[in-house]
């Protein structure tokens, strides 16, 4: 009935206004959800740590990997 002019073209534009905010209120959202951890790359020695907790290798292969690490700089360094 009112879709002619002014009226319609307002109404029009809201429902884009308003799926756009959706859409990007939606992505933010998922991108704050993640802890933020998985943006950072993990060093070296983080993931030697990592494995060496998760029983992946032995106290003396962290040892010596540890070792290694520290010897070359690569250890701490991001």
Known sequence: MFYDGWHGFG???FWWIFWVILIAGVVWALGRGSNGRSRERETPLETLRRRYAKGEIGTQ???ERKAILER???GNGR
């Open 72 to 74: 070359d700089g690569v």
């Open 61 to 63: 292969e962290y040892e």
């Open 11 to 13: 109404m029009h534009a």
